[in-house]
């Protein structure tokens, strides 16, 4: 079946760089899109999200970007901080009535002091 | 507004047994989600509640149930556990279905064990 996957695994940056985190998506349909971060010991908590008829959504320090014709989504973190060690995820849905959403395996970002 | 909430927090069981885990939603929500999380598989659907009825499910074998009732609380169970249940178990709420476009909030997860 059709899978949200990410194109690296891992991911180093020093405090105060900006961190951009990939993700590519197979499912041409896929209209909704849903960046989660989740902590250690922590459920995945809610970043930001994007609609398909957009192709950028700025939030608070983060930004998505959305390539419908390469099918690949991103979320950039300005200034990164030590907090914003995590493990990111990506996920697509909205595509049907009745298909829940599909979570990426995720990227764990290490902000580095 | 509270969260979503689990409990309980941490579940220690032994092959062969079943167990019960509980989800309440944040409130208003109708919609709640259930979700395995491992190392190797990372999150995966297991099915979704809405109006206490089941919209979808996700490819887990009988073992794994659940139920929603009319307050929107949700409870999973799987019986005869097997090692390979051992998971983080996520609930998440939403207010719409959760094939719908409303954002999926999650709970902290309950950590089963099986031994």
């Known amino acids: 079946g059709e899978s949200v996957g990410l194109h690296l695994p891992t991911l180093s940056v020093q405090e105060g760089d900006n961190s951009i985190i990939n993700c590519a998506y197979s499912n041409s349909a896929s209209d909704y899109f849903i960046w989660y971060k989740q902590e250690s010991g922590k459920g995945p908590q809610f970043i930001i999200d994007?609609?398909?008829?957009?192709d950028k959504r700025q939030g608070q320090r983060v930004t998505v970007l959305l390539n419908k014709t390469v099918k690949h989504l991103s979320l950039q973190i300005a200034a990164t901080q030590p907090g914003d060690s995590a493990v990111y995820f990506c996920a697509e849905g909205g595509y049907s009535g009745n298909t829940p959403l599909v979570f990426g395996k995720g990227t764990r970002l290490s902000v580095i002091a | 507004k509270a969260g979503v909430t689990q409990t309980p927090r941490y579940l220690i069981k032994t092959r062969g047994q079943q167990v019960t885990l509980s989800c309440s939603p944040i409130?208003?929500?109708?919609?709640v989600s259930w979700y395995q999380q491992t190392p190797g598989q990372g999150l995966q659907f297991l099915f979704e509640y809405f109006s206490e009825t089941q919209r979808n499910k996700g490819n887990f074998p009988g073992r794994f149930s659940g139920r929603q009732f009319s307050n929107s609380r949700s409870e999973m169970n799987v019986s005869t556990l097997e090692l390979g249940d051992s998971a983080l178990y996520l609930c998440a709420s939403s207010f719409g279905t959760a094939a719908s476009t409303d954002t999926q909030y999650f709970g902290p997860g309950t950590r089963l064990t099986v031994l």
């Open positions: 409130s208003g929500h109708r919609s």
């Open positions: 994007i609609r398909s008829n957009m």
